[in-house]
C-alpha cells in the first residue's frame, strides 16, 4: 500500500484548491472540502502504516523522473519508512482534529473559506515534507510550510500584532532557511544526487560505518549538517531564532495547535531525525545541537513561568519541549527523540486546543482574568489536566515515556554533553512541572478574577464539536504512555531506529526520580497558591520575573542589532528611489517641460518680435547662400 | 557727374533725412508730415528719371490721399498729440540691427551689380500721360480692372471692418 | 545719370522702413514704415525702367499699381487699427499680445 504514499500531500491540496475557489459555494460551507481532503488522507496515512510497520528498514520508492531544466533530472516520488508512516498519521490526525474544531471556533469569521484552504495546504505540505524522497521535494514542502505560517498567522492582517508577528516569524525562519537551502544543495553535490537514498549513501556519510576515505570529504558532512541545524534552529524556534515562536500566538488558536505545537515545528526535529546518518557523521554537529538544546529547553521553560498570557505560557513550553527532543537526538536517543515528537504533538495540540475553548468564553489571554473555570468548562478542565500532566512527565501519561526515555539516553550516553543534557533536562522538568501547575491553578481553580456585571461572559463549556478532539486527544495522551508498562521495544522497530543507537529505554530508578521532582515542584507552585488563590505563584520570583517574562531581552536585543539597521537600510534605498531615481525619471520630465518652456517665450505675442526674427534670418540667409556661391 | 545726378542726389538726401525723421521721430503727427517730405522728394526724383505720371499720381494718391488718411487714423485713435516717451518699442536694438543688415545687404547688391551702369535720359521716352495711358490700356487692361476689383474689395472691407454694431 | 545712385537711395529707404517696422509702437507710425518700404520698391520700378529705355513702360505701369495696392492697403489697415482701437482702448502693437502661446486658464471647478 506504500505506492498510495503520494496520496498523502496530493488529496489535502486538492482540497485546498478547491476550498480556495468553491469553498463559499459548497453545500456546508468551506469546512466540507478541507475535512475530506485531510480525513482522506488520514485513511490513506493508516494504510501506509499498516503495510509499512513490522517490514524493519524497508522503504518503498515509487518514482517519477522529471526533468525542469536541462541537465539533472529530479526523481519525484515518496520514501516510505516507518518513520514516516508513523509521522503521517500523526500529521493527519492533528490536521483532521484541528480543522473539525475550526468548524466552531472560527465559526463567523468572514474569511473562514481562506482559512480552511490554507490549513490544507499547510497539512499538503507538511505531509510532503515527511513522505519526499529527495531533498528538493522536502525543500518544496518546508518553504510552502513556511508561508502558510505567514499567511495563518497573519489572518487577523487588520490588527497590528498579528501583521508584526506574521512577518517576524517569516523573517527570522528564513535566516535558518538560507543555511538550510545551502546544506541541502553541498549534500546533494556531493552526493551527486539529491535522492535521500544516495545522499545518505553518500561516501561522507557512511565513512562511519566504512573503510579510509581521502581526506577531503571529512568536512562535508561537518559542514552540511551545521547548515541543516541553521534551518532546523529556525524552524524549530531554538536559540537564538526563538523569538518568533511566542510572538505568532496572535494567529488563531487552533493554528497555534496544528502548526506551532504539533506540525511545522517538530518539522524541524523530523529532519534531523530523517538525515540522521549525515549527523552521525559529524559528531561536533550533535555537541551543537545538544548545547543549544539545553540553552533553549531552560531558558524556555523559566520564561513560561513568568508569563501571564496563557498562550504565549504554551508557546514557550513548546519551545522547551522541541529543545527536548532536540537533546534526544543529540544524546543518540533517535527514538526517545522522536516518540518523544509523537507524544508533544498530541499533548501540546490538547492543551492548545483547550486554551483556544477558554479564551474563546472568557474572551481575553491573560491569565490573570481568569480562574474558577472548572464549574463551567468541566471538560476542558479535565482534558487540560490531563494534557498539563503528560507536559510535566507524570507516569502513567505519555509523556513520562518520552521525557524519561530521553533522560535515560543522556544518562547512558556520559560524557561531557550526556551529563550536560541530564543536568539541564531535570532542571527543566521541575520548572516545567512548575509552570504546568501555576498554569492550570491559575485558570481553573480558584475564583473568576474578570470583567464583573456587565462586562462578564458568559461562561458556558464549548460545543461538543470543540470538545470531542479534546477528548480524543486526552485519550492519546494516556494511550501512548502504554508502553511503559510492556511495549516499549515495539516502537523502535516501528520506527526503523538507524544503527548505532540507543533503544526507548526506561529504568525504574529514572522513572522514580523525575516523578519525585515533578511532584516536588508542583507541590511548591500549589502551595505558594494556597496563600493567596488570587495572586500569581510566579510572584514569588521577585525581581527576576521582568528579565524572565521579557525573554532576556533577547528581542530587544535583536531588534536593536539587526532590525533597526535593516530599516535603516531599507529607509536609505527607499529614499534613494525616490529623491534618485524617481526624481531622474520625473526630472527628465521637468527638463522637457523646462525647455518647451524656454522655446515657449518665442511665441510672446509681440509681432514685432516675429518680424524681426524673419528679417534678420533672411539676411543672413542671402548672405550665407551668396559667400557660399561665390567660393 | 552730370546735373541729373546733382539734383537727383541732393532730392535723394532730402528723401532719406525725411524717412530717418519719420521713423525717429517721437510725434505722430510730425511723423505724418515728415513722410509728406519724404514722398515729396520722391516725387521729384521721379520727375528726373523722367517719370511724370508717377511722379503726379505720387503725389496725388500718396501725400493728397494716404497721408491724410494716416493723419485721420492718428486723431481717430487719439494719437498724442504731444511728445511721447514711448513711441519706439522695446525691440529698437533689435530693429536697428535687422534695417542696418537690410540696408547693408541691399546695398551692397546693387551697388556691386549695376556700378557702371547709366541711365541715359536725354533719349528715353518720357514717361507722361499719354504714352503711359497708351501702355496702360493696351497692355495693361487686365491688371488695371484687377487692380480696380481690388480697390473695390478695400472699400468695402475697410467699412466691413468699422461698422459699429447697431 | 548713375543708375547705382537710384538703387542705393531705394536699398536705404527700404532697410529705414525695415527698422520703422521694428521699432515703433504706435500701429500708424508703424504703417507708415510699410508706406516707406513700398515707395523704395517704386523708385526701384522707375529706375529700372529708365535704365531699360523700355517702350512699353512695364516699370512705370507697375509703379502705378504698386500705388494703388498701397492706397487699398493702407485704408484695410487703417481700418483694422481702428477696430482693434474699439476694443482695446490702444494702438500700441506691443500690447496686443493674444498670440502668444501661454498656459490655458485653471478652470474653477477643478
Known sequence: MTHLAWLLPALPAFAAVVGLFLGTRTAGGPAVPAIAGTAGAFVVSLLVLASAEGSPATLHESVVTWTPIGG???NVGTRVDGLVAVVAVMVCVVALLVQVYSTAYMAGDPRYSTYAAEVSLFTAAMLLVVVASNLFELLIGWELMGLCSYLLIGHYWQTEGARAAAVKAFVTTRFGDAAFVIGIIVLGVHAGSFD???????PAITRRYADYLPPVHDHVALI????????????SAQFPLHVWLPDAMAGPTPISALIHAATMVAAGIFVVARLYPVFVAAPASLT??????????LGAALFALAEDDLKRVLAWSTVSQLAYMAAGLAVRGWTAGVYHLLTHAAFKALLFLAAGSVLRTVGTNLMSQMGGLRRAMPVTTVTAIV???TLAGLPPFAGAVSKDGILDAAHERGGGLGTTVYVAGLITVAVTSAYVTRFVLRTFFGEYRGASGEARPRLHESP?????????????SVVLGEPLVAHNWHIARWLNAPIGTAALHVGAGGVALSTAIVVLAAGTVYALWRRDPAADPAAVLGRARGPLAAGFGIDALYDRILVRPLQGLADAVLRVDDSGLDAAAEGSGATASGLGGALRRLQNGNIQAYASGLVIAVIALVVGVSLAVAR | ???????FGLLGVVCLAAAILVVTSRHVIHAALWLVVCFGALAGCYLVLTAELVAWVQVLIYIGAVVVLMLFGAMLTRAPVGAVQQLDSGNRPVAAVAGLATAGVLGTLVVAAFRGAYVDIHHTAIGDGKVIGTSLFRFFVLPFEVASVLLLAALVGAIVLTKREA | MHLSMALLLSALLFGVGVYGVLARRN?????????????AANLDLVAFDAWFKDTMHAGQVFALFVVVVAAAEVGVGLAIVLAVFRLRETVAVDELRQLADVDPPVRADT
Not at chain 1, 224 to 235: F, I, N, Q, R
Not at chain 3, 27 to 39: D, G, T
Open chain 1, 288 to 297: 551543537v545541537l545538544g548545547i543549544i538544546a539545553c540553552i533553549t529547553m
Open chain 1, 224 to 235: 552540511a549538517a551545521l547548515l541543516l541545524l541553521g534551518g532546523v534552529v529556525g524552524k
Open chain 1, 196 to 202: 535521500l537514498d544516495r545522499v545518505l549513501a553518500a
Open chain 1, 72 to 74: 539533472r533530472t529530479l
Open chain 1, 464 to 476: 461538543l464539536v470543540m470538545t470531542m478532539p479534546l477528548v480524543l486527544l486526552a485519550a492519546a
Open chain 3, 27 to 39: 500701429a500708424i507710425a508703424l504703417l507708415m514704415a510699410v508706406e516707406l518700404m513700398l515707395n
Open chain 2, 1 to 7: 557727374m552730370t546735373l541729373a545726378d546733382v539734383v
Open chain 1, 387 to 389: 494534557g498539563a500532566a
